[in-house]
């Protein structure tokens, strides 16, 4: 058996990837210097910390649910339909990773703005959509569908189907295989698509402050509080900030494995 030869890296190369790390690590580096470790627990636990939790909470689970019930279908079409255009849907699907998070603000407010495509008749049913927290879940599911979607559609195509057409084979009916074959060995997948999509709802901040706003208690999430305690209480803010590194450090180094399965 030929073993594959290992290629040691230049100079120049290591010396490049360090700093790559460090121009990642330094800010977090930088953050933790400045987090008043005496006061932690104080300021995460104040008024108006404790309010933009409960909301971030609250609208960011609604979201991931949000995209879960529209992206797991998708990612299965995607992964398993063959029909004409479906590279320029899976492009528009994946679209919110790339595109400004205040330009999908404006568009979310041109769709569900009192004057906007869907906003007239919204209102004239009586239901109001902008500066609510139902913007705010609009805005997270917006950013995180694609994550779930990515993550999801990767874990089908790695499903070996000989399972499925075995338990076909036998009898089994299409509801039986999903429920008792197909699911379980998408699992995983679906786990790691639900996490990454609820980590990038929590920390939405460009597209909730367009189309929701920044409403004490009612549309402002631990984003948009970091940003406006800035200046007010920087020790709240460096602290809110700290508390969203860790959770999205604890999702990605969890999961890495599927996201870069999911990625490739």
């Not at 609510?132 to 995180?144: R, S």
């Not at 998408?186 to 929590?202: D, E």
């Amino acid at each position: 058996m030929t073993r594959r030869r290992v290629e040691a890296p230049s100079r120049i190369a290591v010396t490049l990837s360090l700093l790559a790390v460090l121009f990642v690590a330094l800010p977090v580096i930088a953050l933790l210097r400045e987090v008043a470790w005496s006061r932690l627990i104080t300021d995460l636990t104040s008024a108006e910390a404790l309010s933009a939790l409960r909301l971030s909470l609250l609208c960011s689970l609604a979201a991931t649910t949000l995209a879960a019930t529209l992206g797991l279908p998708l990612a299965w079409v995607l992964a398993r339909v063959e029909f004409r255009g479906r590279g320029f849907v899976r492009g528009l699907v994946l679209l919110p990773l790339v595109v400004p998070p205040v330009v999908a603000g404006v568009g979310l407010l041109a769709a569900f703005g009192r004057n906007g495509l869907l906003g007239g008749s919204l209102s004239m049913l009586g239901l109001r959509v902008t500066f609510t927290p139902i913007a705010v879940v609009l805005a997270e599911a917006f950013v995180a569908l694609p994550f779930l979607v990515l993550a999801v559609e990767a874990g089908i195509r790695s499903i070996d189907r000989r399972y499925e057409d075995a338990a076909r084979t036998l009898g089994a009916s299409r509801g039986f295989v999903m429920r008792r074959i197909t699911l379980p060995l998408l699992a995983p997948s679906l786990a790691a698509g639900l996490a990454l999509a609820w980590a990038r709802a929590l920390g939405e901040f460009g597209a909730t402050i367009t189309f929701a706003g920044n409403i004490q208690g009612r549309t402002r999430t631990v984003p948009l509080a970091v940003y406006l305690l800035l200046d007010s209480s920087p020790d709240v803010a460096i602290a809110l900030s700290l508390l969203l590194v860790l959770i999205c450090v604890v999702v990605l180094v969890t999961l890495r494995a599927r996201w870069i399965g999911a990625i490739r």
